[in-house]
């Protein structure tokens, strides 16, 4: 017998008991029920016979119908593995931007919490055991996100054109084994979010400058505009001769006051999401044996970064940096 024909007995006992006694009282003294209990009992079977003291049902309801088709759902899933650190809103814009599937991004992450890829360790996991190749982990050391505005909503630094502002930093990668330590020096446009990013040699001034020399500087002619001043805190690779590069370029070279590294904050940002979206699912796909490798990878990223990743800032709304950057250049 189920616990639902008991309690179903039970009630029809204590129904038929007053009954014969003639007194509800005593019936639910017997029962140990309350009188307010027995009388709702006795609503139910007048209103819908003996079969109206069968407990009501607790289970759930059935939900609404999944609204995704499976081959929609297998194209979210293979781009939250392939992109492991993309959250939902980036995907839901990703796939509508590259195939023009419009899907809510609730709906990406109902896909994501199904499949158990909710997270994104469990994303990274995933991709992890389905690389062709693995890595070890990575000793890495990375800077603390420290992009906040200031008080009364105002923003640190602006910029009305590329070139007018550039802000740089440097980021250790790591240590990997055949290759050696790894830095990079990342530039950030802070009028279009323009990014240009390259390996150094050697964690000195002097592959610094020669960045801003042989990279950056005549990044900037190709694309029509003229690089005017850089935003850099006190690091030891931008003093001596990065400072001689940026007089004999004509440059403006300021600082971060001490301890005010959110000031920096566009490149900052900048590296946390090369970070995020590229290095971190890049070292659980490939074993990496060689700078140029690594500088292949890192240019391809910021081929897609500057020209077919969504930016939805207040900067850009909507549009890539490239649009911006390269405008001079197509006019």
């Not at 990375?142 to 502002?165: D, F, S, Y």
């Not at 990079?184 to 150094?200: E, G, M, R």
């Not at 030891?236 to 301890?259: S, W």
Request: charged share 25%; glycine share 8%; hydrophobic share 40%.
């Amino acid at each position: 017998m189920t616990l639902e024909e008991k309690v179903h007995g039970l009630r029809l006992h204590v129904m038929r008991r007053a009954q014969a006694l003639g007194n509800v009282s005593q019936a639910c003294r017997e029962a140990g029920i309350s009188r307010a209990l027995f009388y709702r009992w006795q609503q139910r079977v007048e209103r819908y016979g003996l079969d109206g003291l069968h407990p009501r049902r607790q289970h759930a309801h059935p939900g609404r119908p999944v609204a995704l088709g499976p081959e929609t759902e297998r194209l979210l899933l293979s781009v939250a593995v392939s992109a492991a650190t993309w959250g939902a809103g980036r995907i839901a814009t990703y796939v509508a931007r590259r195939w023009g599937v419009r899907v809510a991004p609730s709906t990406v992450q109902r896909a994501l919490r199904r499949a158990g890829l909710a997270t994104r360790r469990q994303r990274l996991t995933v991709l992890e055991h389905h690389a062709l190749q693995t890595a070890g982990l990575l000793t890495e050391r990375t800077r603390q996100q420290l992009w906040r505005a200031r008080p009364g909503g105002t923003r640190h630094v602006e910029a009305r054109e590329p070139g007018e502002l550039v802000c740089l930093d440097t980021f250790y990668i790591g240590q990997l084994k055949g290759v050696g330590k790894v830095w990079q020096i990342t530039a950030c446009d802070a009028a279009c979010s323009y990014a240009v990013a390259w390996l150094l040699p050697a964690h000195t001034a002097e592959a610094a400058a020669h960045f801003l020399r042989t990279i950056l500087v005549p990044h900037y002619r190709r694309a029509g505009w003229r690089l005017r001043r850089v935003l850099t805190d006190g690091g030891p690779e931008f003093h001596g001769a990065f400072d001689g590069a940026c007089r004999q370029l004509g440059l403006r070279h300021t600082r971060t006051k001490p301890r005010h590294a959110w000031t920096n904050g566009f490149v900052e940002r900048l590296q946390g999401t090369i970070l995020q979206e590229h290095w971190r699912v890049a070292f659980r796909r490939r074993y990496f044996t060689s700078r140029t490798a690594l500088q292949r990878s890192l240019d391809a990223f910021l081929h897609f970064y500057n020209h077919e990743r969504p930016h939805h800032g207040y900067r850009l709304r909507g549009h890539t940096p490239a649009t911006l950057f390269w405008g001079a250049a197509k006019a």
